[in-house]
């Protein structure tokens, strides 16, 4: 197991997070599971912190949905039940015909493999195990014109408020610490 050194001791991570005081915590090695997740009383994981955000600013549902979707596709790579592209690509060339196991990979090997990125890319064929649930593709949202993102700006101001950041606080400490995938209210 890969670990990283990250700042996991933060008891006052919202008040960091809405411009409090800064700490000098030390790092200390972490999994990227424990970093998505949370490690502990004391870290609650990106994961909770960013749904807990997308709870204080009022997300809307339909981007709450796609964020969701991402979401879930960090968590899963982050726990190891889906394949990152290398471990998918790995596989590939293992289990191709083609392969010969001598650490080349010929241009039959090279092509369909290029021939599965794309279909995977354009939604044409199904890889669960590297993609999860956003499987099948599904369009982009439509952008923002300039009008809606000037008005979504000043309905929400140029940062949290204090009251955001009392519900951010207030949502955080909600965490069990046995599980980490605490649904939006």
């Given at each position: 197991m890969q670990v990283f050194l990250f700042f996991g001791h933060r008891a006052?991570?919202?008040?960091?997070?809405?411009?409090?005081?800064?700490?000098?915590?030390?790092?200390?090695?972490?999994?990227?599971?424990?970093?998505?997740?949370?490690?502990?009383?004391?870290?609650?994981?990106?994961?909770?912190i960013l749904r807990a955000y997308l709870y204080v600013i009022d997300c809307d549902d339909e981007t709450l949905k796609i964020v969701s979707e991402y979401i879930a596709l960090i968590s899963g790579r982050a726990r190891g039940e889906l394949l990152t592209p290398a471990q998918w690509m790995r596989s590939f060339v293992l289990s191709h015909p083609s392969y010969k196991h001598d650490s080349r990979i010929n241009k039959e090997v090279f092509y369909d493999l290029m021939k599965d990125f794309i279909e995977i890319s354009e939604g044409n064929k199904s890889a669960p195990e590297l993609l999860g649930s956003l499987y099948p593709?599904?369009?982009?949202?439509?952008?923002?014109?300039?009008?809606?993102?000037?008005?979504?700006?000043?309905?929400?101001?140029?940062?949290?408020?204090?009251?955001?950041?009392?519900?951010?606080?207030?949502?955080?400490?909600?965490?069990?610490?046995?599980?980490?995938?605490?649904?939006?209210?």
């Open positions: 006052d991570l919202h008040l960091e997070l809405c411009g409090g005081p800064q700490t000098n915590d030390d790092v200390e090695l972490m999994s990227i599971n424990e970093i998505m997740h949370g490690k502990g009383e004391y870290f609650p994981g990106l994961i909770p593709r599904r369009s982009p949202p439509e952008p923002m014109s300039p009008e809606a993102k000037h008005q979504d700006h000043q309905l929400r101001g140029s940062g949290p408020s204090s009251r955001d950041c009392e519900k951010l606080a207030e949502f955080l400490k909600s965490f069990p610490s046995s599980s980490r995938d605490h649904p939006l209210p």
